[in-house]
């Protein structure tokens, strides 16, 4: 088993910044991607970004590329969502994710969830 702990998240208006945490712990040593997807009301959890264990190019979801930077650290079992050039749709609930195996942006491939952190961007 793997738990998954975010912290971070909040309110800012846009144009402005957030950095997203999450630290793993449990059987961490066999969880491959680690990475954030965000669900906004009344629509699907969709993907962000993720990062592989081997520090390889990250993946970005093209809504969000060039505005956020995700980075991992090994040792720590944590990954980091820093979030940039915030939008009024950037809005929702973050989810950290951890997956076995290779990279996926299909969030019913995901092992485990969070418990989730909400990032409000005020226009």
């Known amino acids: 088993q793997v738990q998954l702990v975010e912290s971070g998240g909040g309110l800012v208006q846009a144009g402005g910044s957030l950095r997203v945490s999450c630290v793993a712990s449990?059987?961490?040593?066999?969880?491959?991607?680690m990475g954030w997807f965000r669900q906004a009301p009344g629509k699907e959890r969709e993907f962000v970004a993720a990062?592989?264990?081997?520090?390889?190019?990250?993946y970005y979801a093209d809504s969000v590329k060039g505005r956020f930077t995700i980075s991992r650290d090994n040792a720590k079992n944590t990954v980091d969502l820093q979030m940039n050039s915030l939008k009024p749709d950037d809005t929702a609930v973050y989810y950290c994710?951890?997956?076995?195996?290779?990279?996926?942006?299909?969030?019913?491939?995901?092992?485990?969830w969070g418990q989730g952190t909400q990032v409000t961007v005020s226009s």
């Open positions: 994710a951890a997956k076995y195996g290779s990279m996926s942006y299909d969030p019913s491939r995901v092992n485990y």
């Open positions: 990062i592989t264990r081997s520090g390889g190019s990250p």
């Open positions: 449990g059987r961490t040593p066999s969880i491959s991607v």
